[in-house]
């Protein structure tokens, strides 16, 4: 298993971007997909962004095409989360997660961090 730090998240007005890291520790970084997910407070765990263990497939959801971008860094077991154009019902915590299975559910994901909080103002 890989053990998982969200960095990067903060205050941003409406329209403003954020750049979310996850750190991963452990060998086997370069074997997962990595996800984005986000919870606000009384909403479920929703999907934002997955990508392949080679980089080479990404997928988001549909609220965070064309403004969100997802990537990773292999030399430095990192995944990071783009954010453009911010909207204040984005406001979460943002989660990165890693699992063997290429999906958008959160319970097929193996390994969580422990969150970064993203708020944004209107």
């Known amino acids: 298993q890989v053990q998982l730090v969200e960095s990067g998240g903060g205050l941003v007005q409406a329209g403003g971007s954020l750049r979310l890291s996850c750190a991963a520790s452990?060998?086997?970084?370069?074997?997962?997909?990595m996800g984005w997910f986000r919870q606000a407070p009384g909403k479920e765990r929703e999907f934002v962004a997955r990508?392949?263990?080679?980089?080479?497939?990404?997928y988001y959801a549909d609220s965070v095409k064309g403004r969100f971008t997802i990537s990773r860094d292999s030399a430095k077991n990192t995944v990071y989360l783009q954010m453009n154009s911010l909207k204040p019902e984005e406001t979460a915590v943002y989660y990165c997660a890693a699992g063997y299975h290429s999906t958008s559910y959160p319970g097929n994901y193996d390994c969580w961090g422990q969150g970064t909080q993203v708020t944004v103002s209107s």
């Open positions: 452990g060998r086997t970084f370069n074997s997962y997909t």
């Open positions: 990508i392949s263990w080679s980089g080479g497939y990404t």
